[in-house]
């Protein structure tokens, strides 16, 4: 070999060091880059690539590969985990914000309005002439329902929050779905391109704490983004997501496929788009629902009582707060002179629903004859605002006739309701048919409200003969406070119970999410572990590679005074 | 394991994270002097704590329903004691009549005293407090006795409630007592009603002391009236001192129950200052300790060393 292959043997010692040193720096350069893999270069000898029988050495140095010091197996795995992890902290993160609005530790919650609000009732059965007294009732009143209605108002803001954040993501959701795309197509255009690698699990990564994607590389280095077996991203094409909102009110998500439409809410199983999803449309509405039977069932005890009483004024027959249902007859209104709802206790169930009571003379599937009187009766429900109706069974809804008055009237008894129909037999059965509709509020935690405005026609006494002293009406009233009408409890162990039920919760969540950091943070370790970057360790390796540097250097300088010594020969 | 600098920062980072919220948390239940901030701090003492305030309203208000009860039950008390006084002295008064040292014309004058006596009686039966006449029934704003002396309201007892399940009655209708709803004959009326009934005895004693007829029988018999109301009358003073019983000892227990919520409710809810202050202090040593090392090994590394 020549002495020239000494030099060249030193260029490719100095250019793959200088080589080395760069990816060095790019380490460091990259130490707290999220996502960034760590490189190392790995070098080889360059054989000779001459047959001899004598041993030869190589002819230098040259880089083989620079690697991307990365898992795939951790990589997957801190997905998944850190999908989850996203779920727990926005579910946490939601939890609370509802907690606040249970938080019974301050002295300004429900709670404590529901008690003011009995006791004041207590304090009118022992002044039931005091004005003053009565007053305070309708203040304490008003505090308690204003409590209900806001309690129900954030729960339905926080409802609407949810929805416009899950917008967001979903936005989101769609910007790395297309930036996967794109990474993909210049990934595939350039597979040694590590650091476009890095951001494409970087994307994943985050797309990951959105909603629970899976993936696969296929052959030319793609990556296929699923949901649950639907495409988002695949062969080059991207599928966008979207968030709209069902008719029964729920969040649908869906994918936009050229076959159509497909609804992938069911598959999202973890991610903020879970937390959302769960929160709002199952966690939600249950309390909701909640509140809304409490307000129903206080208003309707309390007005059941306070229409048979009579207030200073001798008035009765009045509301206390105003009705959560409505009634609405449609035909027939002659014959049947009065409809009203007698005594009810309507359960949580039957928020938002719409009955409609009808007769006929003929019967018919669902009907029952009133006595031998030859009118039939009939109880639908509907929970979609009268679009599809179905029947109540004649066995469970309980019939009972009057006709020792005049009018005769009838109680229907169904789902905790009774409603009451004034009207001959002999009339109804002249108009052949009738119906009438009852709807029960869908909101009626923040509908509820006082409906009594003069202190005066609080009706304190049963008997309209015995004002102003009779108080036996608000005791009766003040003693629906320890009462088992709230479905099977008193008010406050049913609003406990709510409490407690939002409070567990919390703390389940708190702890879930504790865990699920503790477990991220471990996978966190392991990830770093293959892929981190030490600066101690690079610091070594900048040494190192910076002596080789000097020693090729120095190997060149060697060489170069070879060849002078040579020269020096000849030119003698 | 490579230790990569990365994880140094993030150990520090949740390390510090985590001392700080402990910090955080026991700080806001010093500050608030409550253990439980929000429901899921503790959700089963959140039930509690809704129950004992919810029984402290209670208790509070049944209180409130004693002191109304009181104010009633005493002058009830008061007045009866000076209905007896004024019944002794109608008792003074008809012994005097029946003695028959008396002529016509002295148990005239004597008359005149026993319808003062009579009015006095009259004017407590209609006894109010505040604007309710405690011997009325509902019709509170009515005067239990007329101008004819009979009673004129309904004999409903206006009850309230002063404890769980327990009630006790404000009023004592005036029928029980003073009269019964016939008017005050103006002439001697021998009837088995006038020992029972205060006014009809007193106004019996009146009309006998008036009437120059009335015979030594009729005088005689104005003492057992006397004697017989005052019979009914101490039995509704008992009543009415059971009562008042009744009502101070229920406050007793109250008081005592109220004691004890409030020292449930005080275990469940407040905030343990000592331990708290404690648990700062030792989250503040290793802050402190994570501190140093991280800025003691961050601040150095090999580069330090180089060139």
Do not use: C
């Amino acid at each position: 070999m020549a002495i020239s292959g000494l030099f060249d043997i030193g260029k490719t010692a100095l250019l793959t060091t200088r080589r080395a040193l760069d990816t060095v720096g790019n380490n460091i350069a990259n130490a707290s880059t999220p996502g960034y893999s760590r490189q190392e270069v790995v070098l080889e000898n360059i054989p000779s690539g001459v047959f001899s029988r004598v041993g030869l050495s190589g002819r230098g140095v040259r880089i083989s590969d620079i690697q991307r010091m990365y898992s795939s197996f951790v990589n997957l795995q801190m997905r998944n985990e850190s999908s989850l992890l996203s779920y727990y902290d926005t579910y946490n993160n939601l939890i609370t914000q509802l907690e606040d609005v249970f938080n019974e530790s301050s002295d300004y919650g429900i709670s404590p309005s529901i008690n003011s609000f009995f006791n004041a009732w207590d304090e009118v059965s022992q002044y039931p002439d005091g004005y003053a007294q009565r007053a305070q009732l309708l203040q304490q009143a008003e505090t308690m329902t204003v409590r209900i209605n806001q309690a129900s108002n954030t729960l339905t803001n926080q409802r609407s929050e949810i929805l416009k954040s899950t917008k967001e993501l979903v936005d989101t959701a769609n910007t790395y779905l297309s930036q996967l795309n794109d990474l993909n197509e210049k990934i595939a255009a350039s597979p040694g391109a590590l650091d476009l690698k890095d951001q494409r699990d970087y994307t994943l990564e985050q797309l990951n704490k959105i909603m629970n994607v899976t993936s696969y590389e296929d052959n030319s280095g793609r990556y296929a983004v699923l949901i649950g077996g639907t495409p988002l991203v695949d062969g080059g094409k991207v599928y966008d997501i979207k968030v709209e909102l069902a008719g029964s009110g729920s969040m649908r998500v869906s994918v936009e496929l050229p076959t159509g439409d497909s609804d992938i809410t069911s598959t999202i199983t973890s991610g903020q788009l879970k937390a959302n999803l769960q929160m709002r449309d199952t966690v939600i509405p249950n309390y909701l629902t909640k509140l809304n039977a409490m307000a129903i069932n206080i208003t309707d005890q309390v007005n059941y009582y306070h229409r048979q009483g009579y207030g200073l004024d001798s008035s009765t027959n009045n509301n206390f707060f105003n009705n959560l249902y409505t009634i609405g007859d449609s035909s027939a209104s002659g014959a049947m002179s009065s409809v009203k709802i007698d005594s009810t206790t309507i359960y949580g169930q039957n928020t938002g629903k719409i009955y409609q009571v009808d007769y006929n003379t003929t019967g018919g599937a669902g009907y029952q004859q009133e006595g031998a009187s030859g009118v039939y009766w009939r109880v639908r429900e509907s929970s979609d605002d009268g679009t599809t109706w179905s029947d109540i069974p004649a066995a469970s809804v309980a019939l009972n006739a009057d006709t020792s008055t005049t009018p005769d009237f009838r109680t229907l008894t169904f789902n905790g309701i009774q409603v009451r129909v004034d009207g001959d037999q002999a009339n109804l059965a002249a108009d052949t048919s009738g119906s009438f509709n009852v709807s029960i509020s869908a909101n009626a935690a923040s509908e509820m409200g006082v409906a009594l405005i003069n202190p005066n026609k609080i009706a304190a006494a049963t008997n309209s003969a015995l004002l102003p002293g009779d108080n036996t009406n608000a005791k009766t009233i003040a003693g629906l406070f320890s009462q088992t009408f709230m479905e099977g409890s008193t008010i406050t162990d049913f609003y406990t119970s709510i409490v407690t039920a939002v409070g567990t919760d919390s703390a389940a969540s708190a702890g879930n999410l504790k865990f699920q950091n503790g477990l991220v943070k471990e996978l966190e370790t392991r990830r770093q572990d293959v892929s981190g970057v030490s600066l101690d360790e690079e610091a070594a390796k900048l040494l190192n590679y910076q002596r080789s540097y000097e020693a090729a250097a120095k190997m060149i300088t060697v060489a170069d005074e070879l060849f002078q010594t040579l020269l020096g020969m000849t030119g003698r | 394991m490579r230790i990569t600098t990365r994880m140094f920062y993030d150990n520090f980072l949740a390390g510090m994270n985590t001392n700080l919220q402990a910090i955080v948390d026991a700080s806001e239940q010093i500050s608030s002097g409550k253990r439980v901030n929000k429901p899921s701090d503790d959700p089963l003492a959140m039930s509690r704590i809704i129950g004992y305030k919810t029984e402290t309203s209670q208790i509070t208000q049944y209180k409130r329903g004693i002191n109304t009860a009181k104010d009633s039950l005493e002058t009830m008390d008061s007045t009866l004691t000076t209905l007896s006084s004024v019944l002794s002295r109608a008792k003074e008064l008809a012994v005097k009549g029946a003695s028959g040292t008396e002529t016509a014309q002295s148990r005239a004058i004597m008359a005149q005293e026993a319808d003062v006596i009579l009015q006095e009686a009259i004017g407590l039966a209609n006894t109010r407090v505040g604007n309710r006449y405690i011997f009325a029934g509902y019709q509170s704003n009515t005067a239990p006795i007329d101008s004819t002396g009979a009673f004129a309201t309904d004999s409903n007892s206006v009850k309230i409630n002063i404890g769980d399940n327990i009630d006790i009655s404000l009023n004592m209708p005036a029928n029980e007592l003073f009269n019964d709803s016939t008017a005050l004959p103006a002439n001697i009326n021998t009837n088995a009603a006038n020992g029972q009934y205060v006014l009809k005895a007193l106004n019996y004693l009146k009309q006998t002391l008036a009437d120059p007829n009335a015979t030594t029988q009729n005088l005689q018999d104005s003492i057992g009236y006397i004697d017989g109301v005052s019979d009914v009358l101490s039995q509704k003073m008992g009543e009415v001192g059971a009562k008042l019983n009744k009502v101070t000892n229920i406050a007793d227990f109250l008081d005592d129950r109220q004691f004890n919520v409030t020292k449930y409710l005080s275990t469940d809810q407040s905030a343990d200052v000592a331990t708290l202050v404690t648990q700062i202090a030792q989250r503040q040593t290793s802050l402190e300790g994570l501190r140093q090392v991280t800025t003691q090994f961050l601040s150095t590394n090999l580069f330090s060393f180089l060139g």
